[in-house]
């Protein structure tokens, strides 16, 4: 991953796009939110906890990014390269115990037997990309905690980190992120506001709606990121040595659509590199979640990635 000046993007947790489709922009006053459009298209059958996606109405921090004019007609390939901006919240045990996550795991009950869901440390990331190999997009991904697996490069068994849950508002990036890395995206309508010295940010994702309606609400949280005005670099790179931390801290999913899942059973393990500036940030109060497709949980502290560069690598297939 190439280094980059000061203010550079950064990228944090990984994801995918959507599909050829007309974008409108309507921009407002400094501080107000613009909003994006496109024709609704209903597609993708659910797949392990997945459900039907289509594109609709969605809210969009930033205005329709150039990288849109490049995306393939075809399957964008592992890697991507990402820049945006988001909000990353460590899930600690003791706040959302292993009994509550693991109902929201989508592999807690594995039918090829290639994960044990163990806990541990998760996470909860809402991101704002505004540059990919798919064109922009908002993300919302909840990893519950830690899988056990046998990795058969050395016959060890390890444990990583996998995503169980997560929102796009970019079919394409639906489509190509099942197929590249095992990840189980779904489509989801975002409502993204920026915060303004004189307000916080709002992060709202719901279902699709039918009919120019509303879907129904999966997670709405209020974010401060005010507590310090200056933002610190952070990079998972070691410079002048050939180490990267996140390869420490892979990502390990199951296939899902497409090539993957050929010679199955088998595991997805990504290795990730990131790189962008980070300033403290909590929400405002508990999150609203639908309780069918995430746990409940408490007021959360973590991190306002200000701009990041993130680099989802390709897949080891285990």
Not at 95 to 121: I, M, Q, R, W
Not at 183 to 210: H, L, N
Not at 227 to 254: A, E, G, M, R, W
Request: hydrophobic share 35%; aromatic share 8%; net charge positive.
């Amino acid at each position: 991953m190439s280094c980059v000046p000061l203010r550079r993007q950064m990228s944090l947790f990984p994801l995918s796009w959507s599909c050829a489709s007309r974008l409108t922009s309507v921009s407002a006053a400094p501080n107000a939110i613009q909003v994006s459009g496109k024709t609704p298209n209903y597609s993708l059958a659910a797949d392990m906890g997945g459900s039907l996606s289509r594109n609709s109405d969605a809210v969009s921090g930033h205005p329709p990014s150039s990288s849109k004019a490049h995306v393939p007609a075809g399957r964008a390939e592992a890697p991507w390269l990402l820049h945006g901006r988001g909000y990353a919240f460590p899930l600690f045990p003791l706040a959302l115990p292993k009994e509550s996550t693991c109902a929201h795991s989508t592999y807690a009950k594995d039918p090829t037997n290639l994960l044990k869901f163990v806990g541990g440390v998760g996470g909860l990331v809402v991101t704002d990309y505004h540059d990919s190999p798919v064109g922009p997009y908002k993300e919302l991904v909840f990893i519950p905690g830690l899988y056990q697996y046998h990795d058969s490069t050395d016959g060890k068994v390890k444990k990583a980190h996998g995503i169980s849950r997560i929102w796009v508002d970019n079919e394409k990036s639906v489509t190509d992120g099942r197929a590249n890395w095992g990840i189980p995206k779904e489509y989801g309508v975002f409502e993204w506001r920026e915060p303004s010295p004189s307000a916080p940010g709002r992060v709202t994702v719901r279902r699709p709606g039918e009919k120019n309606r509303r879907g129904s609400l999966i997670f709405d949280v209020v974010i401060n990121d005010r507590y310090s005005p200056v933002s610190l670099p952070v990079l998972t790179k070691v410079p002048l040595l050939p180490v990267n931390l996140l390869d420490f801290l892979p990502l390990i999913q199951l296939p899902l659509d497409g090539d993957s899942k050929r010679d199955l059973p088998h595991l997805l393990k990504t290795c990730l590199s990131a790189s962008g500036w980070v300033k403290p940030a909590a929400m405002a109060e508990k999150p609203r979640v639908d309780s069918s497709l995430l746990p409940a949980m408490g007021t959360l502290y973590g991190f306002s990635i200000t701009s990041f560069e993130f680099n989802f690598k390709k897949p080891l297939k285990l």
